[in-house]
């Protein structure tokens, strides 16, 4: 199973949301419960063995991908279809435009309409689509996971100013997970000399399209542009560091303290186009090897 580490984002559209939890590992377990009762095979394969648990089981989500999560449960791991399991804490959205809410996850059964504004409740996602409820958790269904955002709409009429009215702590976030979302997207893809965007990335040329996807232009080109850019403000410590800092290496030798960079993650992980894997990973930078060669990280988003 592909494993990227990540939270669920609150500061991005739901849409963006539920592709990088189906597509990562998390640096958070998320707490979840199944929808109904299920086979939980002891690894990723058809002839695993295999186990029935029980509908409402709760279980701690670890990591999920291509449709398949791996939950932890009394200290057992297992893996079990993403789409059997519900949040034990449904995320509040706001559908973003008039639209339809499905019996299943298709467009085959219409179970209501639901207009723009309306409050629900993200529970799982399956496929294209996330399963949302209301409130009181009276009926359940699906939508496209494009019509649904963690921004409440802005009431009708409501001034400019108004309706882009946000906190500076809040706009930075918004930056920082639009860069770690795109960064996480793009795991796998080739490391090439001769990088071409986003088809293959050097170590500078992936941290530079993430970042500036988020805010424009905002890194120089090439690893010693960045590294020693002094615009930003630097982090000497592994521990000091924060999610959406680019963090800068020494894999060489001492002379040049910078040859390499990649964007953190949180809780000790970065991701980062390496050479040697030949594309785009996450590696641990907590502790062994770039624990090591770590030379220090900069704020972009500060």
């Known amino acids: 199973m592909s494993e990227r580490i990540s939270g669920w984002v609150r500061a991005l559209a739901i849409a963006l949301v539920m592709m990088a939890v189906c597509a990562s590992a998390l640096a958070d377990s998320i707490e979840v419960q199944l929808n109904t009762s299920a086979t939980v095979y002891s690894s990723l394969s058809s002839s695993a063995k295999s186990v029935k648990a029980p509908k409402g089981l709760q279980v701690s989500l670890r990591a999920c991908s291509k449709g398949w999560a791996r939950i932890v449960y009394k200290g057992k791991t297992g893996y079990i279809r993403l789409k059997y399991l519900d949040r034990l804490d449904p995320l509040k959205t ?24 309306t409050q629900v409740y993200a529970l799982g996602t399956e496929g294209g689509y996330v399963r949302i409820t209301d409130k009181g958790r009276s009926w359940k269904g699906y939508v496209r996971s494009g019509v649904l955002s ?55 040329g992936y941290t530079a399209y993430c970042y500036g996807k988020a805010w424009k232009d905002v890194l120089k080109s090439g690893v010693k542009g960045q590294g020693y850019d002094e615009r930003f403000k630097r982090v000497d410590s592994v521990g000091r560091l924060k999610r959406g800092d680019l963090v800068c290496f020494n894999t060489v030798d001492d002379k040049d303290l910078c040859d390499h960079v990649g964007i953190y993650l949180g809780r000790g992980y970065f991701l980062h186009a390496s050479s040697v894997a030949k594309k785009v990973i996450v590696s641990q930078l907590k502790s062994g090897y770039y624990n090591r060669v770590f030379s220090w990280g900069l704020r972009i988003f500060s």
């Open 150 to 204: 963690t921004d409440k709409p802005a009431a009708k009429g409501a001034s400019v100013p108004a309706k882009l009215q946000a906190t500076a702590e809040g706009a930075k976030a918004s930056k920082i997970e639009k860069t770690i979302f795109v960064a996480q997207a793009l795991v796998g893809t080739p490391c090439a000399d001769d990088p071409n965007p986003p088809k293959s990335f050097d170590c500078a």
């Open 94 to 117: 706001y559908i973003s435009k008039s639209t339809t809410v499905y019996k299943d996850a298709s467009a085959s059964r219409t179970l209501t309409t639901v207009s723009a504004g």
